[in-house]
């Protein structure tokens, strides 16, 4: 149980354009969803907090135009990319909270060209 | 902000021995998670220790939690090829969901 995926698990998008995250939790609801960050050999960044039915939190740095998280439902939040330049290309990771534990999806690997 | 500083950076052990990482942090907890990272991949959870323990153990890894010194230990006894990954620490602040994670560190265990 718990499992948590992401769509798609590797995106290629041209600097400019937008790509969206999908982040759902499979077999069990989530009120709170969290997307990280991670660049390459570093640590998980939290980007935001994500809650079912409200506007997302933002950590301090993070640019909300940017990157528009939405949670429309207990199972699924996405991550919006907005206008991608290269140096958003990293490694995007969600997760579902359940009782006090995270659980982590498989990441999605963006490159913006 | 990452409040978690883990040590050693990067280590590098022969099979059959055992690693050691420690993780510290700066504000109270509820509890501390360790997870386990393959290269690209996803976060796989190890362990949850909370607050209020010192010592679990879960198979070949022991987790210790000193509260008073703010820092905790991952202990993974007879290492095999398969552990080399990256491992991180996670706290949560008192009172919120989200987890701070450490900086990691990234063992490799050679054969």
């Known amino acids: 149980g718990a499992v948590v995926s992401q769509h798609p698990s590797r995106v290629i998008c041209k600097s400019g354009t937008s790509v969206k995250i999908e982040c759902r939790s499979l077999?069990?609801?989530?009120?709170?969803m969290f997307w990280y960050r991670q660049f390459p050999k570093q640590s998980l960044m939290l980007m935001a907090t994500s809650n079912e039915g409200s506007k997302a939190t933002y950590e301090q740095g993070v640019e909300k135009d940017k990157f528009l998280i939405n949670h429309a439902s207990l199972t699924l939040s996405t991550l919006t990319v907005t206008s991608a330049h290269p140096e958003d290309s990293s490694f995007y990771i969600c997760?579902?909270?359940?009782?006090?534990?995270?659980?982590f999806g498989p990441g999605t690997r963006l490159t913006v060209t | 902000s990452q409040q978690g500083e883990e040590d050693p950076q990067a280590l590098s052990i022969q099979e059959g021995e055992n690693a050691t990482m420690n993780c510290s942090y700066k504000t109270s907890i509820n509890n501390l998670q360790w997870y386990r990272q393959n290269s690209g991949r996803g976060l796989v959870h190890l362990i949850l220790?909370?607050?209020?323990?010192r010592e679990k153990h879960s198979g070949r890894l022991r987790v210790t939690l000193d509260t008073s010194k703010k820092s905790s230990s991952l202990l993974i006894t007879a290492s095999r090829a398969a552990d080399t990954a990256s491992y991180f620490c996670?706290?949560?602040?008192?009172?919120?969901?989200?987890?701070?994670f450490g900086q990691g560190t990234r063992l490799t265990i050679n054969p």
């Open positions: 997760s579902a909270s359940l009782s006090y534990e995270q659980y």
């Open positions: 077999d069990f609801q989530a009120t709170t």
């Open positions: 220790i909370r607050s209020n323990e």
């Open positions: 996670a706290t949560d602040n008192r009172g919120a969901q989200k987890l701070v």
